[in-house]
Structures are given as C-alpha cells and as structure tokens.
C-alpha cells in the first residue's frame, strides 16, 4: 500500500533552517503531485508547498522566499527546505501525493521554532 513517512522535523529558533523529507513506497512516485501541508494548534490545515510531476511550485505569500520545495524521483522523495523560520511556522508538516482525486497523507512531522 501507499506509504509517505516524513522526516527532518524538530526544535529550531527563529531564524534557523530545516530540511523535512518525505520518502513514498507503494506508488509511482513520479506520476503524483506531491505537496506539503501544515495544521499548528486551533488552525486548519493548510498548504505550504505543492510541486507538480515536471518539477513546478507554489506556494503561499507567508512562506513564499523562504521555503522550497523539490523532489527527486530516483529516490521517490520530496523534500521541504525552510530557512528563515518564523514561530508562527511551528505546527505539524504532513507530506501528501496527489493523482486526480486520489489523496494519500503521510503521518506528519512537528517543526516547533522558538522565539
């Protein structure tokens, strides 16, 4: 079965850098859209980054210059860098494979930055 198992999450202060990971097993990885989402406390879930089969991004006006999002299809993995970390970036980041209306989720990593 689909399998996305995120990494790289942690404690850092603002300001700081992370690099998460999200490694699939059980799917085509190179067909899928794959994306990052976070949900902190209290808040939805939203998108943080999405990158499409030929390698194009998006992403949203609060992390937009800060985050990049990349993939690597020889290893079936995706990757989130985040420099500049803010406190309000501190939530659970959950990776996520998109084909048509197929969604499958990781089980979220938690990125706290400290003030």
């Known amino acids: 079965q689909v399998q996305l198992v995120e990494s790289g999450g942690g404690l850092v202060q603002a300001g700081g850098s992370l690099r998460l990971s999200c490694a699939a097993s059980g799917m085509p990885f190179s067909i899928y859209a794959m994306g990052w989402y976070r949900q902190a406390p209290g808040k939805q879930r939203e998108l943080v980054a999405r990158i499409s089969t030929t390698g194009n991004s998006n992403y949203p006006d609060s992390v937009k210059g800060r985050f990049t999002i990349s993939r690597d299809n020889a290893k079936n993995t995706v990757y989130l860098q985040m420099n500049s970390l803010k406190p309000e970036d501190t939530a659970v980041y959950y990776c996520?494979?998109?084909?048509?209306?197929?969604?499958?989720w990781g089980q979220g990593t938690q990125v706290t930055v400290s003030s």
């Open positions: 996520t494979a998109i084909l048509g209306p197929m969604n499958y």
